[in-house]
């Protein structure tokens, strides 16, 4: 009787994965159908605000989506800003889809991709190339004060 129970449910359909709007959203398929996804996500946590744009932030994918309201300029549009794991530090990466005024969705993605530049710079990266962005604000290397200093 057991084994028969284990054999019927090993073989009880399973419930279809969640879809995930990752990084590489599928834009074709419109403002509203994203946003409806993303409202039927319960793995995030959303924060609505009563303008500019609301957020869905995915913990398990390090995944920030900002949803714009119609009183930012780039409406409708949604960003995905995602910090990727590597071997030498962390990255920044921003993203989106724009479904209204091209121009006002250029210029967000323009400011996203500056301070995610200004971000990852104060990222250490030991085997990148000299001319790679540093933030002036963070001493890569530590360097023992004077002897004479360190007798005080």
């Not at 924060?47 to 500019?52: A, I, Y």
């Not at 949803?67 to 800003?81: D, K, N």
Request: aromatic content about 8%.
């Amino acid at each position: 009787m057991i084994g028969a129970a284990l054999l019927l449910f090993g073989c009880a359909e399973k419930p279809a994965p969640a879809r995930e709007i990752g990084p590489q959203m599928d834009c074709a398929r419109g403002f509203r159908a994203l946003v409806a996804e993303l409202d039927a996500n319960p793995g995030l946590v959303v924060s609505r605000h009563p303008r500019g744009s609301s957020t869905y932030r995915d913990d398990r994918q390090n995944r920030l989506y900002l949803v714009t309201l119609p009183s930012h300029p780039a409406h409708p549009a949604i960003f995905v800003r995602q910090v990727f794991p590597t071997s030498e530090g962390m990255i920044i990466d921003s993203n989106g889809c724009g479904f209204g005024d091209k121009a006002a969705f250029d210029l967000e993605m323009q400011a996203y991709d500056a301070f995610d530049r200004l971000l990852n710079a104060e990222e250490p990266c030991y085997l990148c190339s000299s001319d790679r962005l540093q933030s002036p604000t963070v001493s890569w290397r530590y360097s023992p004060p004077p002897a004479d200093e360190r007798q005080r």
